[in-house]
C-alpha cells in the first residue's frame, strides 16, 4: 500500500472548498492516476467557524498557516490565501527551504516573486507548482512549460481575465455601458467589490507575465508591461467595431523579437475571423507560436471553483507521480533578460476613436493630425451622439508603426476640439 | 556537464527529417529546457541514400533497426516506421525489454498493441511516451494524462484527422465533390496513394482509443469502435447541412456512461455555435469535458513534419527531464474494462439523406417508415436532382433514441422507391 500524499490547505475559500470537494468525489480515481492517495490532512484559514457548505472538522486545524512549513505530517502545502506579500510569501518562502513541494493559485506572488521563489525550489530540489495561477482549469503552464517545449516560440497572447471578457461579452450582446455591465456582474458575484485589478488589467498582467517566462525562456518581468484595462472602453466601441467586423477583447500579448521582449495587456480588436473573437462569456484561451508546432490553442474555464480546484489538484498528482523540475522550465540561472522591446517599433493597425465638439473643422484638425504624423487612415466614421451635442469620430488606420499613431494623439492633446480623451486600440491582425 | 540524453530514430521520412531540423534548430533552448543536450546519434531506415534534404552521414548508420534496442551507446530509441505490427512492434518490444525509453509517433501500434507495450515499460520502469501519435504537434495526451488528470471525464471527442477535414473543407468551401476533392488532395500530397485509412475513419479510430483510455482510465479498446468515414458524404449533405446551419465534420467521440464505453468515429452535423465547426483544413480539435474542470479545448495542427516532430521532442525532454510513469495515466492492471454502452440507447437528433427515384408516392414511404418507428421529424427538404432523374430528401430529426433512426432505415431497407443507400449523419448538439 502505497503512502498518501498528504497535504495541507492554506486558505480555504471559493479554491479551497473546490480542492477538498474534488479529492472527496474523485478520490477512488486520483489515487489509479496519482499513483496513491491524496489527503488534506491539515486546513488553515482566518476564520474557522464560517459556514463553507463543507464540513472541515476532520481535517486538523492550524491557527498560524506558516506552522504548516515546518510540519512534520504535511508531505506539501496548497496555498490559496492569495496576495503578492504578506502570509502567503512567507508561507511560501518556508515551506520551499524546509525542502516541501509548494502548489499555489497564486498569480500575483509568481509575477512579483516567481524567481525567488523557483531558486529556493531549485536549490531544495523540491517543486513549485501553479497551473492555477494562469487560465483557471486550463492545463496551459504545461503546455508551454512541457508541451510545446521543444519551440522556440514567437509569441503568446490570450483572454486571461474572464471578469474583463465577461463584461465585454455582455456590452456587446446587450449594447449596454460598461459601468451598467459592471455593477451587473458585482451584484452576480462575476467581478470584486473592488474590480481594479480585473478591469485595470493588473490581473491579466500577472498571469501575462507567467506565461512569457515559460513561454520565451526569460526570467519573469512583471515591471516592463504595458498595461491598459477596459474602464474606458464605451459601448460606441463595441458598436463601431463590430460594424467593422471584429470583437473588443482585452488581450494579455507577449512576443521575442530582435528588439527583445515585448508585452502588453490591452484592449484590441479581434477579426471575427480568429480564433479568439469567439471566446465568449468568463473563458479563458491562450495561443502560442512555436517555430515548429506552428499555433496551439487553448481553451476553457479560466476562474471559479471547480476549474481552479482541477489545476490545483493536477499539481498534487503531478507530485505524487514524483515530478520535479524547475518552476519556469529550466533552472532560473537559465532563464535570459532580454531588454524590454519598445512597441514604438510595432507595426500594425489601430482603432481610434474621438469623442468632439460637433462644429466645422474638427474633423480637418484631427486628419491633418494624421496626415503630419504620417499615419494613413484606412476607413473614418462620424456619428453624432445624442445628446450633450458631441459627435463621435471612429476610425481604422492602415498598418503602419505604432509611434506614428502616439505622435498623432500627441500632436492633438490639449485640443479644444476633443471632448475627452481619444480611445486607441491596437487590431489583433493575423 | 550534463550527459546528453543519446537518441536513436528507427525511420528517417517526413517525421524523422522534422525531429532532425528541429533539434539541430533549437538546440541550445532544448538544452536549457531538457537540463542536457539531446543528440540524435544513430538513424535507421530502408533507404540510406534517399535525398532528404539533410545531411544524414553524420549519424550512425544502422542496416537493422532492431539492433538500435541492444546499443549501449543509445539512451532511447525514436520509432517513425509506422505500421501496427511488423518493424516497429519488434522494435518497441525489444526497446522496452532491454529498460530503454521508447518514443514513438505510431497510433496504430498504440491503438493495438499499447497496453501490451505500457505492461512491459512498466515491468521495466522506463517511459513509453507517444505525444505524436494524437493530434500532431497538440499536446492533448499529455494534457488528458496530466493536465486533466484530477477529473472524471465524461466525453471526449473531437477531429483527429487532418486529411478527412481538409476534404469536407474543400467539400464546403468550393461545393466540390468528394472524388475531385480528393484526387486534389492526393495530387497536393495531403492524402495518401491508398487513402483508406484517412478517408474510412480508421486512423482517426486509432486515435479515438488511446484519447478514451486516458480519459476515462479505461483498457484501450480499439475493436469496439463503431467506424464510418467520409466516403458516402455528398456534396449536396454538405450543402443541406449548411442551409440547415451546420458544418459536416468526422468525428471521433468517446463517452463513460451507465452503459459502458461508448466510441464512435462517424462524419456528422456540427452547429456552427460549437467550437468544432470553425476548425478548418488540416486543423484537429480535442474537446475533453471532466467534472470540475469543465469543457477543455485543444486546437493547433495535428500532421506534418513540424508539429509531429515538435511532440516527438517533447517527449524527449519529458525523458531527459527524468519523467517517468504509467504511459495509459495508470499502471496497466488499474486500467477499468467497462461494457461496449450501446448506440441505440443514445438519444439526439439525426440527418437523413435519400436519394429516390422521382415518383409519387416515394415520400409517403419514406414518411410512414418514420412514423412507424417513432422517429419524429424536426424538417425536411425535397429537391430534384439535375440530370439523373431522381430527387434528394434530407430531413433532421427530432431528439430520439439512435435505434428508432436505425429501426426507421431498416424498414426502408430493400425499397424500390430508393436510388441509393441512405446517409445517417449524427448532429452534434451541445
Redesign the interface.
Known amino acids: 500500500m502505497p503512502q498518501p500524499l498528504r497535504v495541507a490547505l492554506a486558505g480555504v475559500g471559493i479554491v479551497g472548498v ?1 480542492v477538498i470537494k ?1 479529492i472527496d ?2 478520490r477512488a ?2 489515487e ?4 496513491r492517495p491524496i489527503e488534506i490532512v491539515a486546513v488553515s484559514a482566518r476564520d474557522r467557524s464560517r459556514d463553507r457548505g463543507i464540513d472541515i472538522s476532520r481535517f486538523a486545524w492550524v491557527d498560524d498557516a506558516a506552522t504548516l512549513a515546518a510540519a512534520h505530517d504535511v508531505d506539501v502545502v496548497v496555498e490559496l490565501v492569495g496576495g503578492a506579500d504578506g502570509p502567503a510569501l512567507t508561507l511560501a518562502r518556508e515551506t520551499l527551504s524546509a525542502g516541501k513541494p509548494f502548489v499555489t493559485a497564486n498569480k500575483a506572488m509568481i509575477a512579483h516573486h516567481g524567481l525567488e521563489l523557483a531558486a529556493i525550489a531549485e536549490q531544495r530540489g523540491v517543486p513549485l507548482k501553479y ?1 492555477a495561477a494562469v487560465a483557471g ?3 496551459v503552464i ?2 508551454l512549460r ?7 516560440i514567437s509569441q503568446v497572447f490570450g483572454i486571461l481575465n474572464g471578469t474583463c471578457n465577461y463584461i465585454l461579452t455582455e456590452m456587446e450582446e446587450r449594447g449596454s455601458d460598461f459601468t451598467d455591465v459592471l455593477a451587473e456582474a458585482q451584484r452576480l458575484g462575476y467581478a470584486e467589490a473592488d474590480p481594479s485589478f480585473d478591469i485595470d488589467g493588473v490581473d491579466a498582467a500577472h498571469k501575462l507575465s507567467i506565461l512569457a517566462s515559460l513561454a520565451f ?1 526569460t526570467a519573469v518581468d512583471f515591471g516592463a508591461i504595458q498595461i491598459t484595462g477596459i474602464r474606458h472602453v464605451i459601448s460606441a466601441d463595441i458598436a463601431e467595431a463590430a460594424a467593422l467586423g471584429y470583437r473588443v477583447r482585452l488581450v494579455g500579448h507577449g512576443e521575442a523579437n530582435s528588439k527583445g521582449l515585448f508585452q502588453r495587456v490591452h484592449p484590441c480588436l479581434v477579426p471575427l475571423s480568429h ?1 479568439l473573437a ?1 471566446v465568449s462569456g468568463s473563458l479563458n484561451a491562450v495561443v502560442a507560436e ?12 479560466g476562474a471559479g471553483e ?2 481552479t ?6 499539481d ?3 507530485i505524487a ?6 518552476a519556469f ?3 532560473v540561472a ?1 532563464l535570459a533578460k532580454p531588454a524590454t522591446a519598445p512597441a514604438g517599433d510595432r507595426r500594425g493597425r489601430a482603432y481610434l476613436r474621438f469623442t468632439v465638439a460637433d462644429r466645422p473643422g474638427v474633423l480637418a484638425e484631427i486628419t491633418a493630425a494624421m496626415r503630419d504624423a504620417g499615419v494613413s487612415i484606412e476607413s473614418l466614421i462620424q456619428r453624432g451622439v445624442a445628446g450633450d451635442g458631441n459627435a463621435l469620430i471612429a476610425m481604422v488606420t492602415h498598418t503602419g508603426p505604432e509611434r506614428s499613431v502616439v505622435d498623432a494623439l500627441d500632436r492633438l492633446d490639449g485640443s479644444q476640439s476633443l471632448a475627452g480623451k481619444p480611445m486607441l486600440m491596437h487590431i489583433l491582425d493575423d
Open positions: 473546490g474534488l468525489t474523485n480515481l486520483i489509479r492516476r496519482a499513483g497551473e482549469g486550463i492545463p504545461k503546455g512541457e508541451g510545446a517545449a521543444a519551440n522556440v525562456g480564433p469567439h512555436g517555430n515548429f508546432v506552428g499555433r496551439l490553442f487553448f481553451q476553457g474555464r471547480g476549474p480546484a482541477s489545476a490545483v489538484v493536477a498534487l498528482i503531478d507521480r514524483g515530478e520535479t523540475g524547475p522550465a529550466m533552472p537559465s
